[in-house]
């Protein structure tokens, strides 16, 4: 009988991210769901969109990362309860940029203030060194994950 691998998932560097993420996120979502009915793909959207106003949904999602389809039903509620506008781009009238509405705008400048707080707790514990190797190994992370996104969607 061949011995088995076995996973451990407290070294498993996917798990470990998403368990974090999920953490931190569910945390923060908790404030903003109860103060402003808002879930986590919404203010996802919010926050890119308070960054970077006038992208197309698709845009949206490939800066999150988040699935096309989530994005699509969030920034359809967000458009519903009036915190989104969806315009037409000034030099391709066929396709449709997102931005905050006054009333997004609004919630967006109370919720950000609380998500850099909650941010600033997390790293509160680390010296400066720590939290500028923290963001440096997070780059080199995202640029070896793409790269190996790449490589396993052409079969290397």
Avoid: C
């Amino acid at each position: 009988m061949p011995d088995r691998t076995t996973l451990e998932l407290h070294e498993f560097l996917p798990y470990r991210l998403s368990v974090l993420a999920n953490r931190s996120s569910d945390t923060l979502a908790r404030e903003y769901s109860q103060r402003f009915g808002l879930g986590v793909t919404e203010w996802r959207v919010m926050a890119v969109l308070g960054r970077y106003p006038g992208l197309s949904a698709n845009e949206v999602a490939q800066r999150t990362a988040m699935d096309k389809v989530a994005v699509s039903r969030a920034v359809a509620r967000l458009l519903a309860a009036d915190r989104l506008r969806r315009e037409f781009a000034d030099h391709d009238r066929r396709r449709s940029v997102l931005r905050l509405s006054a009333a997004g705008q609004a919630i967006y400048e109370q919720i950000v203030p609380l998500a850099l707080g909650y941010e600033k707790l997390i790293l509160a514990g680390m010296s400066r060194s720590e939290r500028e190797l923290l963001f440096r190994l997070l780059d080199r992370l995202d640029e070896l994950e793409l790269r190996a996104e790449h490589s396993a969607a052409h079969g290397a």
